[in-house]
């Protein structure tokens, strides 16, 4: 986990880590934004069953309230809703 060591005036060190304050940075490459989001899209492989891939909310595709995709499943999602499953 990647962290932050921040010297105050008084001369005490402190360790800001990821997993404080500061959202980690969006996933969609060339975006240096913060993550506010994560992906809600269900990935049964991974141990949470979502996505979780973190997105500003630029990147965020939302899709109902307290549910956000990636670029790349929003479009998956998409394809997926409007053909018949099967179809190519
Ligand atoms: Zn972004
Ligand atoms: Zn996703």
């Given at each position: 986990m990647p962290c932050d060591v921040i010297r105050t005036p008084g001369g005490a060190t402190v360790f800001a880590c990821s997993r404080g304050r500061r959202p980690p940075p969006c996933?969609?490459?060339?975006c240096d934004r913060p993550g506010v989001r994560q992906c809600?899209?269900?990935?049964?492989?991974r141990r949470s069953g979502t996505c979780d891939r973190y997105l500003c909310a630029a990147h965020a595709v939302s899709r109902g309230p307290n549910r956000d995709l990636c670029p790349p499943h929003a479009k998956l999602e998409e394809r997926q809703g409007k053909l018949p499953l099967g179809e190519p």
């Open positions: 996933t969609v490459p060339g809600d899209y269900p990935v049964p492989a």
